[in-house]
């Protein structure tokens, strides 16, 4: 008899997305001559920039010759591609890598939700809150997180980042945390964090022998020269972090896929090797059966980059030759001009919403380092404790889609601490986001309450 895996039904609901695909369906079907304008989802819509246009026309033209034809490709990825990424995105910075700590993949999302198979199924995980789902997510499917309760999983440490503390995430405190995620420029709240912020995560983790998962998908949109694009901008971040790149938002490569991953030679982890007991551990951890508590981790240290090396030269058969041509083409002069100007564009409507809400009242957050503006729902009489409280993210939501007819996202959707908030995206056109604000501000004036 085959048996599921019971952690996959563990995970709560659907996925957030398919939530707020479902309801908007929904309305569209109830009216059907409504316009809706999406400023929920972060789908880019500004076509490839033609450098990047052209690298995929001739990287086809190669493939339809028996010369120039390319069939499974490096793993890891093609040299020019990551010489590109050596050269580009991080010597300029000061940072050095080996090109051999450089994967490519078919996009963040992918490695975020795949890095952590190489990790014990009992880690501790610590994640800023509000946070991107995929990061809890692919750790239920494992059985790492615990059971659910009250909008938590116990075995997981949230670190909230609200208006309250300024959008900065405080050190966890007691128990120490093996395994971090962070994101920055952060989705969804669009905030960044500092060199010296970023500095003492580093030393966190460097102490507590923890490693940090670092999500820079977003980093090419930060304005303010002072806010590091790299965790490795930090000093001893080489030992403990694995940072993961995408092109989807930086190049528009929503739809062709590519993006990277870089793994230093020095971050490594531990094996269990004896219980306290002096009984050997091997089988049992091997069977997922070993307590931590029962356990001493003097074993072996294991490198991180062999292991990913050897998972991906399993489960993965690399991206596109032609996807890797088009990425490399956003580094020539004329691809980062382009890129800079369609990342100016989404900018642009970011620094409108910005405007615009603000002066509707709005409390609002990001936008200006991040295509994300994250905004309180306004405040209203709530009886059940009998005071004024922020709206319900999901009740505001369905009020401005109902409102409106435009879709925002539910804060509360990225975890405990984003209820009482939506997210909106720059990722519009010009004329949608237009329109967009234009409803919004008809709608909030003539709605008294919700």
């Not at 951890?285 to 356990?295: E, G, I």
């Not at 922020?390 to 509360?412: H, I, Q, R």
């Not at 986001?433 to 008809?442: G, M, V, Y």
């Amino acid at each position: 008899m085959a048996l599921v895996n019971i952690h996959f039904l563990n995970l709560q609901n659907n996925y957030l997305f398919a939530d707020i695909a479902k309801k908007v369906n929904a309305f569209k079907v109830m009216h059907p001559k409504a316009e809706v304008i999406s400023l929920g989802i972060g789908d880019v819509t500004q076509p490839l920039c033609p450098a990047v246009t052209e690298a995929m026309h001739k990287a086809v033209d190669e493939m339809a010759t028996a010369a120039g034809f390319h069939g499974y490709g490096p793993e890891q990825g093609y040299t020019f591609l990551r010489e590109a990424i050596l050269k580009n995105d991080f010597l300029p910075r000061g940072v050095h890598l080996d090109i051999d700590e450089i994967f490519i993949n078919d996009g963040a999302k992918s490695d975020t939700g795949n890095f952590q198979e190489l990790l014990h199924w009992d880690n501790f995980i610590g994640v800023t809150d509000p946070i991107y789902p995929v990061y809890i997510d692919s750790n239920v499917m494992i059985g790492r997180c615990g059971t659910y309760r009250d909008g938590r999983w116990t075995n997981v440490r949230y670190m909230p980042c609200t208006a309250e503390n300024g959008f900065v995430p405080e050190l966890p405190k007691g128990r120490p945390v093996d395994v971090i995620y962070l994101c920055y420029p952060n989705n969804p709240t669009g905030t960044v964090i500092t060199k010296q912020e970023l500095q003492k995560w580093v030393t966190y983790a460097l102490k507590n022998d923890a490693l940090i998962l670092y999500d820079a998908a977003y980093q090419a949109y930060i304005q303010d020269p002072k806010i590091p694009h790299s965790i490795y901008e930090i000093r001893g971040a080489r030992k403990c972090a694995v940072e993961f790149r995408s092109y989807s938002k930086t190049a528009g490569f929503t739809g062709v896929r590519c993006g990277y991953t870089i793994v230093p030679k020095e971050v490594s982890v531990s094996t269990l090797t004896f219980g306290r007991d002096g009984s050997r551990s091997e089988e049992l951890m091997q069977a997922s059966l070993f307590p931590r508590s029962n356990a001493t981790f003097e074993g072996e240290r294991i490198s991180l980059n062999q292991l990913w090396l050897r998972r991906q030269c399993t489960k993965f058969n690399g991206c596109s030759y032609i996807s890797q041509r088009a990425a490399e083409a956003i580094y020539s002069p004329e691809g980062k001009q382009q890129v800079k100007a369609t990342i100016d564009y989404y900018m642009q409507n970011a620094r409108k919403m910005l405007q615009t809400l603000r002066s509707l009242g709005y409390e609002c957050y990001g936008g200006e380092n991040a295509p994300y503006v994250w905004m309180r729902t306004p405040d209203v009489f709530q009886k059940e404790i009998g005071a004024m409280a922020p709206t319900s993210s999901w009740k505001f939501f369905e009020a401005l889609l109902y409102g409106a007819n435009v879709v925002c996202t539910p804060g509360v959707g990225f975890g405990p601490s984003g209820e009482g908030y939506v997210r909106f995206t720059a990722f519009g056109s010009h004329e949608q986001t237009d329109e967009a604000l234009r409803r919004i501000k008809d709608w909030s004036r003539r709605s008294n309450s919700l």
